[in-house]
C-alpha cells in the first residue's frame, strides 16, 4: 500500500492529483459537446492557436502563469472569431478559413519563439508540466473549471437542442448563433485550462478523447458527457501515478491512456464495439 500512497507525500503530487482530477472531469464533460458537434479537428485548429498568444505575452511582460493563460485565450479567440468573419464577409467557407489562419498563427509564434530568452520554461506550457504547479496555477484552474461547468450544466437543455436540432431551437427564441459563439468560447477556456497538464500541442486530446470512447457505451447526451468526465478525470490523475513510478513525461501518458481508452472501447464497446458488431455479423451456429 505504501507504494501506491508514496507519490502522495510529496506537496507538488497532491497539487497535481487536484489539477488533473478537475481538468479531466472538466474536459472530460465538455467532450461531450465536442463530440456531438462534430468539431473535432476545429478544436485542433484552435489548440495550435495557443501558442502565437503565450509567445506574444511573454515577450511583452515575461513568463508568468497569468500572461501564458491570457495570451493563449485571446489568441484563440482572436483566430476563431476571424474565422468566422471571413467565412461570412467572403466565398471562403469557415473551416477553411480557420486552416488558413491557424497556419499563420502557429508558423508566427515560431517566428517569436527564436526571440524568446526562456525556452526551457516555454517548454512547459508546449508540452505540459503538471508537476510543476503553483497554489495560484492551482486556484487559477479550478476557477476556470468552474466557470466552464457552471455554464454547461445551466444552459445543457438549450445546448442539446442547438445541437440535434437547430431549426427547432431556433423557432423557440433560443439563440442559436450565440449558443455557437459560447461554445466555442468555452471550448477554447477547456483548451487553455489544460495546457499545463498536457502542452498546447496535445490539449486537443482532453476535449475529444473522454467523449469518443464513451460513445461505445453511452445510450444518451447526459451518459456521455457525464461518462466523459468521469473517464477523463479517472484517466488524468492514474497518468499522475503511471508517470511518477515510471518517470514518464505527465503529459503524454494522460494522452496515451486516453488514447488506450479510446482503443478499448472501439473493440470492446457494450453497445457499438466491433467485436460485438462482428459477432451479431456471424453467431455462433450450434449442430
Same mark, same amino acid.
Given at each position: 500500500?505504501? @507504494?501506491?500512497?508514496?507519490?502522495?507525500?510529496?506537496?507538488?503530487?497532491?497539487?497535481?492529483?487536484?489539477?488533473?482530477?478537475?481538468?479531466?472531469?472538466?474536459?472530460?464533460?465538455?467532450?461531450?459537446?465536442?463530440?456531438?458537434?462534430?468539431?473535432?479537428?476545429?478544436?485542433?485548429?484552435?489548440?495550435?492557436?495557443?501558442?502565437?498568444?503565450?509567445?506574444?505575452?511573454?515577450?511583452?511582460?515575461?513568463? *508568468?502563469?497569468?500572461?501564458?493563460?491570457?495570451?493563449?485565450?485571446?489568441?484563440? !479567440?482572436?483566430?476563431?472569431?476571424?474565422?468566422?468573419?471571413?467565412?461570412?464577409?467572403?466565398?471562403?467557407?469557415?473551416?477553411?478559413?480557420?486552416?488558413?489562419?491557424?497556419?499563420?498563427?502557429?508558423?508566427?509564434?515560431?517566428?517569436?519563439?527564436?526571440?524568446?530568452?526562456?525556452? !526551457?520554461?516555454?517548454?512547459?506550457? +508546449?508540452?505540459?508540466?503538471?508537476?510543476? +504547479?503553483?497554489?495560484?496555477?492551482?486556484? !487559477?484552474? @479550478?476557477?476556470?473549471?468552474?466557470?466552464?461547468?457552471?455554464?454547461?450544466?445551466?444552459?445543457?437543455?438549450?445546448?442539446?437542442?442547438?445541437?440535434?436540432?437547430?431549426?427547432?431551437?431556433?423557432?423557440?427564441?433560443?439563440?442559436?448563433?450565440?449558443?455557437?459563439? +459560447?461554445?466555442?468560447?468555452?471550448?477554447?477556456?477547456?483548451?487553455?485550462?489544460?495546457?499545463?497538464?498536457?502542452?498546447?500541442? +496535445?490539449?486537443?486530446? !482532453?476535449?475529444?478523447?473522454?467523449?469518443?470512447?464513451?460513445?461505445? @457505451?453511452?445510450?444518451?447526451?447526459?451518459?456521455?458527457?457525464?461518462?466523459?468526465?468521469?473517464?477523463?478525470? *479517472?484517466?488524468?490523475?492514474?497518468?499522475?501515478?503511471?508517470?511518477?513510478?515510471?518517470?514518464?513525461?505527465?503529459?503524454?501518458?494522460?494522452?496515451?491512456?486516453?488514447?488506450?481508452?479510446?482503443?478499448?472501447?472501439?473493440?470492446?464497446?457494450?453497445?457499438?464495439?466491433?467485436?460485438?458488431?462482428?459477432?451479431?455479423?456471424?453467431?455462433?451456429?450450434?449442430?
Amino acid at each position: 500500500m505504501s @507504494f501506491f500512497l508514496e507519490p502522495l507525500s510529496y506537496e507538488f503530487v497532491q497539487r497535481a492529483v487536484w489539477t488533473a482530477a478537475v481538468v479531466g472531469f472538466t474536459n472530460g464533460f465538455l467532450s461531450g459537446f465536442v463530440v456531438m458537434r462534430r468539431s473535432a479537428l476545429v478544436v485542433g485548429s484552435l489548440s495550435h492557436t495557443l501558442l502565437p498568444g503565450i509567445a506574444l505575452a511573454i515577450l511583452l511582460v515575461g513568463l *508568468t502563469t497569468a500572461t501564458a493563460f491570457v495570451g493563449a485565450l485571446l489568441s484563440a !479567440m482572436l483566430v476563431g472569431l476571424a474565422a468566422v468573419f471571413v467565412s461570412r464577409t467572403s466565398r471562403i467557407d469557415s473551416h477553411s478559413a480557420l486552416a488558413v489562419l491557424y497556419t499563420a498563427a502557429f508558423a508566427g509564434g515560431l517566428l517569436l519563439l527564436d526571440h524568446i530568452p526562456t525556452p !526551457m520554461e516555454l517548454e512547459h506550457w +508546449l508540452f505540459g508540466n503538471i508537476l510543476a +504547479l503553483s497554489d495560484g496555477d492551482l486556484w !487559477m484552474s @479550478f476557477g476556470a473549471a468552474t466557470l466552464v461547468l457552471v455554464t454547461l450544466i445551466s444552459l445543457s437543455r438549450p445546448l442539446l437542442l442547438f445541437l440535434f436540432e437547430p431549426t427547432i431551437a431556433q423557432s423557440q427564441g433560443i439563440p442559436v448563433r450565440g449558443l455557437g459563439y +459560447l461554445l466555442t468560447g468555452l471550448v477554447i477556456l477547456g483548451l487553455v485550462v489544460s495546457i499545463q497538464a498536457v502542452g498546447c500541442i +496535445l490539449s486537443v486530446a !482532453m476535449l475529444v478523447a473522454p467523449a469518443a470512447a464513451m460513445l461505445q @457505451f453511452a445510450n444518451s447526451p447526459l451518459t456521455l458527457v457525464w461518462g466523459g468526465a468521469i473517464l477523463g478525470s *479517472t484517466i488524468s490523475v492514474a497518468a499522475i501515478f503511471v508517470s511518477y513510478w515510471l518517470d514518464l513525461r505527465v503529459g503524454a501518458v494522460i494522452v496515451l491512456l486516453l488514447a488506450a481508452a479510446v482503443l478499448f472501447a472501439y473493440l470492446f464497446g457494450v453497445r457499438h464495439g466491433i467485436l460485438r458488431l462482428l459477432l451479431q455479423r456471424h453467431p455462433t451456429r450450434h449442430p
